[in-house]
């Protein structure tokens, strides 16, 4: 088998199975009020 199919059946395997940790809710709030005032920023140029 090559090098690419062994590669390519692992990423499968990986993105399968994979099972991320959620993120800390004070992470989360803050990543949403990045967001918000990003948007909020690009509306008033628009």
Do not use: N
């Not at 690419?4 to 990543?31: G, N, Q, S, Y």
Request: glycine share 0%.
């Amino acid at each position: 088998m090559s090098m690419d199919k062994v590669a390519k059946e692992r990423v499968r395997a990986i993105l399968a199975t994979h099972k991320p940790k959620p993120i800390p809710e004070d992470v989360e709030k803050e990543i949403c009020q990045i967001v918000q005032r990003d948007e909020a920023e690009v509306l008033r140029k628009s």
